[in-house]
């Protein structure tokens, strides 16, 4: 038994076509099993709704007179990309204000579809056909001759959850992370976003029609790193017929902007197993928790859950129940999924059968880079002392091998450092005793295969120049500081 | 009530809110205190038939009091009901109600002000 999506169609458009949201699909093929919910359903709606940093919209301003070809180009200070045609430009986005804080194109695009004025300023490149050197003016959406958003990576079928093992508060772009396993955040709708009820892909791909933001919008190809079953998608629709109620910018706290953008996808119910799939529950559906605590591509895995377990406010770390908060919003993608059913059942918005699939199978690369610098590579010989050496002799120790830092071992492991500024105030005070009266113990150290880029994050976080090299047994291997870094950018 | 006590360098060497304790049977609960030597802030909370004897006692002895208000304020119109607040909230103010609504009882909020710089959308505010 099948159903085609001209006979969907035929019903849509005589208004006896049965709709329900992915949320009622649940229960419907609890009760009747796929193929009863096969019978009775034809279509169901999914909805997702939450920060898609890969979204922006391609504009064409139009021509001035005398004519420009833009160089660079502004919306209220927030540079769009314009290495394309003279008038045309890509505004991306997560691309910050350059006057403005917690502001950036999520911000422009918002206002812009509010129907608010923005401001344009633009550099151009003159030409005998584009003399024009520079232009400054206001524009709404109503005056471009178009404005379509362009999303390379939306609705993601599932995301990596995220916690924090670190002594300190992490503002991440999954939110402000608690330090000591404080909090869990998680991205996605679980069983009602789109990819996890059609898993196969069979019914999403290019030519699909779908809800955008208010507008009818259409998937154009697999997104940016699709990697299954972390599928995305990406979708394009028109600027001008989006409503802001389904868009929203964002200020990630530390991080930056970003912009919520709704979508809804109808998913036909071809067959029975198109039916099985969209009876998917939350407790099939997995992810992990991941450390944010270690600042590398690659962060551990402290646990596998189901969104069911993440949507029910409290997972499991290390033997402590630890509050979850979502990213996404729950709320606005079930509305969305509302929203489309009514569209469908009130005959505004007909299915389409995809004109190409998606991959089913794709992996995501890590970047090819050329080599990554770490510690080891850049760290110099420590001279170290013990608790028991006098300041005297410590500050022998300095002028003689013209060095500031040195790490202060007993029993072949770290204990300590002390510097020449704290040799520097011991004399000051008249406090000419042992290093150990004058060390500092709580060290911050470096592993000899960090990166250096993060050895410098934490001499600029904790505002130190130096930091010992330590292996797993904090038996010191070297020392590396400021000076050492700044010599590789000088190169 | 919630209470904001400031202290100046005379007062913070009293142990006023024993004082206070001791004089009214009052149990003052302190839910945030930021004291250094010089000064000192504390939000402390006093059932309400009370509030009026350990304000007096505490005015004695020259504290600063401010009553506070209902504590964080959502605006529904700015709110996207993600739910980021709610795992960071030090006493789990804000809940989802049936619909997946951020809900929050204001009446639990102790003035932390940690919610609000964790909003994406600027949604909450701590009145001060």
């Known amino acids: ?296 591509r690659d962060k551990p895995v402290v646990k596998r859950v189901s969104y069911a377990e993440l949507k029910s406010g409290r997972v499991e770390i290390n033997g402590e129940k630890v509050r979850v908060s979502p990213l996404s919003s729950y709320y606005m993608a079930r509305k969305i999924m509302e929203d489309l059913k009514k569209l469908i059942e009130n005959g505004e918005f007909l299915l389409t059968s995809p004109v190409e699939r998606i991959p089913t199978k794709s992996t995501l690369k890590p970047m090819r880079q050329r080599e990554i610098k770490v510690v080891r590579s850049v760290m110099t010989k420590a001279i170290t002392v013990t608790p028991e050496t006098s300041v005297e002799e410590v500050a022998r120790i300095i002028i003689q091998r013209n060095v500031n830092h040195l790490p202060v071992v007993e029993d072949g492991r770290l204990v300590g450092i002390v510097t020449s500024w704290d040799v520097a105030k011991a004399v000051a005070m008249g406090k000419l005793g042992k290093v150990k009266d004058i060390m500092t113990r709580n060290v911050i150290t470096a592993s000899p295969d960090e990166p250096i880029d993060i050895a410098a994050r934490k001499m600029e976080r904790y505002n130190i120049s130096a930091l010992p090299v330590v292996d797993s047994k904090r038996r010191v291997l070297g020392l590396v500081t400021s000076e050492d870094l700044s010599k590789l950018l000088a190169r | 009530m919630l209470l904001r006590l400031r202290f100046d360098a005379k007062t913070i060497r009293k142990p006023v809110i024993s004082i206070a304790t001791l004089e009214t049977n009052a149990l003052i609960n302190i839910l945030r205190a930021n004291v250094d030597a010089r000064r000192g802030e504390m939000i402390v909370e006093v059932e309400d038939e009370k509030v009026r004897e350990v304000e007096e006692v505490l005015r004695r002895y020259g504290v600063e009091i401010e009553e506070l208000g209902e504590g964080v304020v959502k605006d529904e119109g700015r709110c996207i009901h993600c739910g980021l607040c709610i795992s960071v909230c030090p006493v789990e103010a804000f809940r989802f109600d049936e619909s997946y609504r951020v809900v929050l009882d204001a009446k639990r909020c102790i003035h932390c002000g940690f919610c609000v710089r964790v909003c994406v959308t600027k949604a909450l505010t701590l009145y001060t």
């Open chain 1, 1 to 296: 038994m099948k159903r085609s999506i001209e006979e969907i169609n035929e019903k849509i458009k005589r208004g006896d076509v049965c709709v329900v949201t992915a949320e009622e699909m649940k229960e419907i093929v609890e009760e009747l099993g796929p193929k009863g919910a096969f019978k009775e359903v034809d279509v169901v709606t999914t909805g997702t709704f939450g920060a898609m940093c890969s979204s922006g919209a391609f504009f064409n301003f139009g021509h001035s007179d005398p004519p420009i070809k833009m160089r660079r180009v502004w919306l209220n200070d927030v540079e769009a990309y314009t290495g394309i045609a003279a008038v045309d430009a890509y505004l991306g986005a997560t691309q910050l204000s350059e006057s403005r804080d917690d502001y950036g194109g999520a911000h422009v695009i918002e206002e812009l579809v509010s129907g608010k004025e923005v401001e344009l300023k633009a550099v151009g490149y003159p030409t005998d056909c584009y003399p024009r050197k520079s232009i400054v003016t206001e524009i709404s959406l109503e005056d471009l001759n178009q404005a379509v958003m362009v999303n390379p990576r939306n609705a993601y079928q599932r995301y990596k959850a995220a916690t924090n093992s670190s002594d300190r508060i992490l503002r991440t772009y999954m939110g402000t992370l608690l330090p000591n396993f404080g909090n869990v955040t998680f991205a996605g709708c679980g069983e009602i976003s789109p990819l996890n009820n059609d898993p196969e892909y069979r019914t999403i791909g290019i030519g699909t029609r779908i809800f955008l933001c208010g507008a009818k919008g259409y998937v154009i190809g697999e997104g940016t790193q699709h990697s299954p079953p972390f599928g995305t998608l990406m979708v394009k629709g028109d600027l001008k017929e989006m409503k802001a109620e389904y868009m929203k910018a964002i200020v990630m706290p530390g991080y930056g902007v970003s912009l919520c953008v709704g979508i809804g996808v109808p998913i036909p119910i071809l067959d029975e197993e198109m039916a099985r799939f969209t009876g998917v529950r939350d407790e099939e559906i997995f992810t992990e928790i991941i450390d944010f605590g270690v600042p590398r």
